[in-house]
């Protein structure tokens, strides 16, 4: 069984930081791609940042220059870096991430997903 796991949320005034985590852990071989999505009360699940396994990055529009994604395979962790909040950013965040794991010799890839970690920013 696999696991995925946020922390690192909270409540914040606007202008600070929070660096959230995303702990992946049960028979896992590695992990391949892995991106953060938030929700705001009311709308969609929109994508925030990506990391490919190979570690290059992406961001949407609304927190390019103020969030930075990561990642520390030996932990099979992804971290998101969240400086110079604002009010919009509140919102639960969502860890995503393909994860391949091995039972035997068997290995196999599947997404996951966790179980949400809520951020928000007081102005």
């Known amino acids: 069984q696999v696991q995925v796991v946020e922390s690192g949320g909270g409540l914040v005034q606007a202008g600070g930081s929070l660096r959230l985590s995303c702990a992946a852990s049960?028979?896992?071989?590695?992990?391949?791609?892995s991106a953060w999505y938030r929700q705001a009360p009311g709308k969609q699940r929109v994508l925030v940042a990506t990391i490919t396994g190979g570690g290059t990055t992406n961001y949407a529009d609304s927190v390019k220059g103020r969030f930075t994604i990561s990642r520390d395979n030996a932990k099979n962790t992804v971290y998101l870096q969240m400086n110079s909040l604002k009010p919009e950013d509140t919102a639960v965040y969502y860890c995503?991430?393909?994860?391949?794991?091995?039972?035997?010799?068997?290995?196999?890839?599947?997404?996951?997903w966790g179980q949400g970690t809520q951020v928000t920013v007081s102005s």
């Open positions: 995503n991430a393909d994860i391949m794991t091995i039972v035997g010799i068997t290995t196999s890839l599947k997404n996951y």
């Open positions: 049960g028979s896992i071989f590695g992990i391949s791609g």
